[in-house]
T-cell receptor
């Protein structure tokens, strides 16, 4: 069973700090990874994707991928209270012709004003 | 803008009635759609995967006769909760796999969810 693991948190950071969210995965064959943000009572929203080793930046968000260590992270710079949410890491799984995303359980982020 | 829509956004029904939830991909054709359920403060739970024109594949423990899924076209999947009971009250979220013209990414996109309350 392919797995994606995340620390459930909560991760508490002060406003303006860098929040670092981490994720490990078991399938060495995974080629792409996704970060979703889910506010309480809402559905998940795609915020970042990463396919290559290294960093990918989009505004205040940076995704980092290390395939050798099977590790993917999401950095949020200048954290704002509005960033308080649960962040889900996901990797695709393809069995035969069937595709689905395997999600971690999510890390709850709390940004303190 | 949204790439997957879901209707209704909330529904309240009496115990024993059936409820249909629609999920549409707006700017891409989705060969595969997924239905999730989420209880308060819990993780997403995948209920079933549906492929256009074929029967849905249900996850272990999900009753296929209670949760009827129809994926009639490349842009529409429906979930019908039959003979709903209070324990079926939950947040139901659909997701479609494809390449959004808006986002330009080949991945799963989520609908806004349907909150079902069974009295």
């Amino acid at each position: 069973q392919k797995e994606v693991e995340q620390n459930s948190g909560p991760l508490s950071v002060p406003e303006g700090a860098i929040a670092s969210l981490n994720c490990t995965y078991s399938d060495r064959g995974s080629q792409s990874f996704f970060w979703y943000r889910q506010y309480s009572g809402k559905s998940p929203e795609l915020i970042m994707s990463i396919y290559s080793n290294g960093d990918k930046e989009d505004g205040r968000f940076t995704a980092q991928l290390n395939k050798a260590s099977q590790y993917v992270s999401l950095l949020i710079r200048d954290s704002q209270p509005s960033d308080s949410a649960t962040y889900l890491c996901a990797a695709p799984s393809k069995v035969d012709s069937s595709y689905k995303l395997i999600f971690g359980s999510g890390t709850r982020l709390l940004v303190r004003p | 803008g949204a790439v997957v829509s879901q209707h209704p956004s909330w529904v309240i029904c009496k115990s024993g009635t059936s409820v249909k939830i629609e999920c549409r991909s707006l700017d891409f054709q989705a060969t595969t759609m997924f239905w999730y359920r989420q209880f308060p403060k819990q993780s997403l739970m995948l209920m079933a995967t549906s492929n256009e024109g074929s029967k849905a594949t249900y996850e272990q423990g999900v009753e296929k006769d209670k949760f009827l899924i129809n994926h009639a076209s490349l842009t529409l999947s429906t979930l019908t909760v039959t003979s709903a009971h209070p324990e079926d009250s939950s947040f139901y979220i659909c997701s479609a796999f494809g390449t959004s013209a808006l986002r330009g990414l080949d991945t799963q996109y989520f609908g806004p969810g349907t909150r079902l309350t069974v009295l």
